[in-house]
Nanobody
Framework: QVQLVESGGGLVQTGGSLRLSCAAS????????AGWFRQAPGKEREFVATIRWSNDYRLYADSVKGRFTISRDNAKNTMYLQMNSLKPEDTAVYFC???????????????????WGQGTQVTVSS
């Protein structure tokens, strides 16, 4: 199994930037496809971005495309989410998630991911 821990959340003004990190331990992170999801109060968990285990393919939700960048450093067992031009509607708890590379890549469904971090709060003030 792999354990995931997010960090980097906080309070930022509209238009600001944050960089989230997801540190993996327990198993080699390169063996997993991974992604970021978010959940706002009273809403379902929604897809943000995903990256293939080989670090060569990425997918983004339309709502963040052009503003957020997902990346990973398998040597450091870490995944990142660079968030620019933040908007109040980006306010949510952000979760990183992972699933073994042998499964189909690119799912936007949170139920297709087996491992989750505890989440980190991102608040964007207007």
């Amino acid at each position: 199994q792999v354990q995931l821990v997010e960090s980097g959340g906080g309070l930022v003004q509209t238009g600001g930037s944050l960089r989230l990190s997801c540190a993996a331990s327990g198993r080699t992170f390169s063996g997993y496809n991974a992604g970021w999801f978010r959940q706002a109060p009273g809403k379902e968990r929604e897809f943000v971005a995903t990256i293939r285990w080989s670090n060569d393919y990425r997918l983004y939700a339309d709502s963040v495309k052009g503003r957020f960048t997902i990346s990973r450093d398998n040597a450091k067992n870490t995944m990142y989410l660079q968030m620019n031009s933040l908007k109040p509607e980006d306010t949510a708890v952000y979760f990183c998630a992972a699933v073994l590379f042998s499964t189909s890549w690119g799912s936007r469904n949170p139920y297709d991911y087996d491992y989750w971090g505890q989440g980190t709060q991102v608040t964007v003030s207007s």
